[in-house]
């Protein structure tokens, strides 16, 4: 897959003109379109939960106990009485904030380590490409299922579990684009006119190798939920009561065949915020696709 930067092109355009065009480009993805509208309806409901929430999401009502869904309670209530509606909408607040840590970690240090290897080679490279295979034979959710069943259960600890386990395609991604680049003319000139290699890393190298960086890690995002709702539902994610998707699957598992909405409309949630970054992670790779 080859990718342009939008801003490495004769001379810079203004940062509005490179918005409106990156946007332009955007817009004739319609699953890209498709994914950037299932997102925001995650984001408002996240930032607005309190507002749009009907009830307190963990309010305990034990006359309403595992009721099917209704025009009181439009998705039921859970085991405890509890307004399910309210659960999944606080929930997306909950996978959001986790995926968006994970994504900011795992892409500042993969984005570091990848750059490090990539562009002075040698024994670095070795070093960190031999480590990056050797994490990458493992799945994403054995490394942070090991990682958080060390650390315990909470917020920070799967948001480490999960940043540790993306990493290492983080990583590569930086590597293959940063070696793409170390070797083309601009960066020759620069080192001619005697620029650290810090500062060519940072101004020259970096911000051109930031597009198939930026498609993983939106990707990465697809994972995080996926793999937090996993360790949620085996309780080593979120800790109760904090309402999660996973976590609530889990406590619905039980009542499958007698309130099937309990655990299906937390389910749907964590298929529809996945299946969102996913669609944007596409459309981002066909706009910043050279061929394109």
Not at 21 to 32: D, E, N
Not at 75 to 94: H, N, P
Not at 214 to 232: I, K, N, Q, Y
Request: charged share 15%.
């Amino acid at each position: 897959m080859a990718y342009v930067s939008l801003e490495a092109e004769a001379g810079p355009p203004p940062p509005f003109q490179r918005t409106r065009r990156f946007l332009r480009r955007f817009a004739r993805s319609r699953m890209g379109m498709l994914g950037a509208g299932i997102l925001a309806i995650f984001i408002v409901t996240a930032i607005f939960a309190p507002v749009l929430m009907p009830f307190d999401p963990y309010a305990v009502d034990l006359k309403q106990v595992a009721r099917p869904p209704s025009w009181m309670h439009p998705f039921g209530t859970d085991k405890l009485g509890r307004d399910l509606l309210s659960r999944v909408m606080y929930g997306a607040r909950t996978s959001l904030l986790l995926g968006l840590c994970v994504v900011v970690s795992a892409t500042l240090i993969g984005l570091t380590l990848g750059a490090a290897a990539g562009y002075f080679r040698g024994m670095v490279d070795r070093v960190l490409v031999f480590l990056i295979d050797v994490l990458m034979t493992l799945p994403s959710i054995m490394i942070a299922l090991a990682i958080a069943s060390v650390l315990g259960p909470g917020l920070v600890s799967t948001t480490i579990a999960i940043a540790i386990a993306g990493v290492p395609r983080l990583a590569r991604v930086s590597r293959g684009a940063v070696l793409a680049i170390r070797g083309l003319d601009y960066v020759e000139c620069a080192r001619g006119l005697g620029l650290t290699d810090a500062v060519i890393l940072r101004r020259h190298v970096v911000p051109n190798a930031v597009a198939p960086i930026v498609v993983e890690a939106s990707l990465l995002m697809a994972e995080a939920v996926l793999v937090a709702a996993g360790l949620g539902f085996l309780g080593l994610g979120v800790a109760p009561p904090t309402a999660e998707w996973g976590q609530m699957v889990a406590e619905g598992r039980g009542y499958i065949r007698t309130a099937p909405s309990i655990p299906l409309f937390p389910g749907f949630a964590i298929i529809l915020l996945a299946l969102g970054f996913n669609l944007v992670g596409d459309g981002l790779r066909d706009t910043l696709d050279v061929r394109n």
